[in-house]
């Protein structure tokens, strides 16, 4: 298999060649939280297999309700045609987000859930006024985020490298400086930094809103940028700003919501409803692929009347809502509830609170981010001028292989170490994954 594997199977962000250096495990089963692979080896899975599980692997309730539905049927077309469970998925969806969302327009990746709501509101300006479809041509995003891999999450994105590569397909974006102290520029203190992206928060929106077609944000936690975290207040200024000027507010909420930060979704924290919600990854407990762009009635307005050829939206994928992936989704919202998940969530950062305090003084590790069940482990090389490791040693990378010798999956994001346990992992296996995490950064640094 491996040779297989080495020959022909195209691993995303690796090349071809540099993965063959590497036996990375071939998984062949899971069982609860852990991976099992082709040589028995078990490892507990820290990063929720790409953030996506939800209540672990081989979930009965899950398998079941696969199952359940595999008996009726495994996908038909959304295009012409509903289906059961996309019905009452999307019923179940609009009852748990933020009221005013009531649209669920289906997908099946995180990316094209984000491209779905750039189009859609793009589309809505041309709609509602023709003329706007040539001047609202420019969307607003955070500096450092990452919202996918298409063109359009790709232009939204803040990812260097992406944009050194693919420049040329992208389109017109403002980045709006991230408000994360710690990544502060020379010259400024931690205050006043913050007060400088607050500031120019505004000022890029005054300046730029008649041509602004949407601002899109993960709110709280740029998870995929390295955990970075807006100050309290920041998602509601950015609402406000939004309100203010008329542009739609895209919540990326693929890698938040679904509880990952200690509420269903994340915009809840700050009171914030959307113009557009996008889910994906745990929406089907990491089962299947689906995803939704969420939308209000204002903005489905625009797409009503009679049918012309532009009020309609163009897009659509071959299995958009599938019927096998809405059955997963269906059966994970319902074990939020049986298993009080949430509580779990609140239970289980408590525990990490406590356990990463002891890496506070840590010579190695300039800063922790933490909310939820959403961790980032900065290590440097010094911490009192915040400077990074040479990258050529690639720090992060030997932790996470110290870490999976010993049993444990995790993935750094540079020199940042992510944990991400599931938000149904119980509170034992959360300290088990500190311990093996927090001795692996000790075990890479000697
Ligand atoms: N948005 C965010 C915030 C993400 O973290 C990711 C995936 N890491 C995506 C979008 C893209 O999701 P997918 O990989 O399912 O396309």
């Given at each position: 298999l491996r040779n297989i594997d080495n020959e022909h199977v195209w691993h995303p962000f690796t090349q071809m060649q540099g993965h063959r250096d590497e036996e990375v495990p071939i998984i062949e089963s899971g069982d609860g939280f852990f991976l099992i692979d082709t040589d028995g080896r078990s490892y507990l899975d820290g990063v929720s297999s790409l953030w996506c599980n939800v209540h672990g692997h081989r979930v009965p309730e899950l398998d079941q309700a696969i199952r359940a539905q595999l008996d009726q049927i495994a996908h038909s077309t959304l295009l012409g045609l509903a289906s059961v469970p996309s019905i009452e998925l999307a019923e179940e969806l609009v009852k748990r987000?933020?009221?005013?969302?009531?649209k669920v327009f289906y997908s099946d990746s995180g990316s094209t859930a984000v491209e779905i709501a750039l189009k859609m509101a793009f589309q809505y300006h041309a709609n509602k006024s023709p003329a706007d479809s040539q001047t609202r041509d420019l969307f607003a995003c955070m500096q450092h985020?990452?919202?996918?891999?298409t063109i359009g999450s790709v232009s939204v994105g803040g990812i260097s490298i992406f944009h050194q590569i693919f420049g040329k397909l992208l389109f017109e974006s403002v980045q709006i400086p991230c408000p994360v102290a710690y990544h502060r520029p020379e010259g400024y203190t931690e205050e006043s930094y913050l007060e400088f992206c607050f500031a120019e928060l505004e000022r890029l929106l005054a300046e730029n809103h008649e041509r602004l077609a949407a601002f899109v944000i993960e709110p709280l936690v740029q998870g995929a940028a390295g955990m970075l975290m807006h100050p309290a207040g920041y998602l509601k200024r950015v609402r406000e700003l939004t309100r203010q000027y008329g542009i739609p507010l895209i919540a990326d909420e693929v890698a938040v919501g679904l509880g990952r930060t200690g509420t269903m979704f994340a915009c809840e924290q700050e009171g914030v409803t959307p113009d557009f919600l996008c889910l994906a990854k745990g929406i089907t407990g990491g089962y299947l692929p689906l995803a939704v762009t969420m939308a209000t009635d204002e903005i489905a307005a625009a797409f009503e009347g009679a049918h012309t050829d532009y009020n309609a939206f163009y897009h659509g994928h071959t299995y958009t809502g599938n019927s096998l992936a809405c059955a997963a989704a269906l059966a994970t919202l319902k074990l939020f509830d049986e298993n009080r998940t949430l509580d779990n969530v609140r239970e289980t950062s408590a525990v990490l609170t406590q356990r990463l305090a002891e890496l506070k003084e840590h010579p190695y590790v300039g800063e922790i981010r933490h909310k939820g069940v959403m961790v980032g482990i900065e290590l440097v090389a010094d911490r009192e001028t915040r400077t990074a490791f040479p990258a050529e040693l690639r720090l992060g990378h030997q932790v996470t292989l110290a870490a999976r010798k010993n049993g444990v999956i995790v993935r750094p994001l540079g020199d940042v170490v992510i944990l991400m346990p599931?938000?149904?992992?119980p509170a034992e296996l959360v300290e088990q994954l500190c311990d093996t995490v927090f001795a692996a950064i000790d075990e890479a640094i000697q």
């Open positions: 987000t933020p009221a005013d969302l009531t985020a990452y919202h996918g891999d599931a938000p149904g992992m």
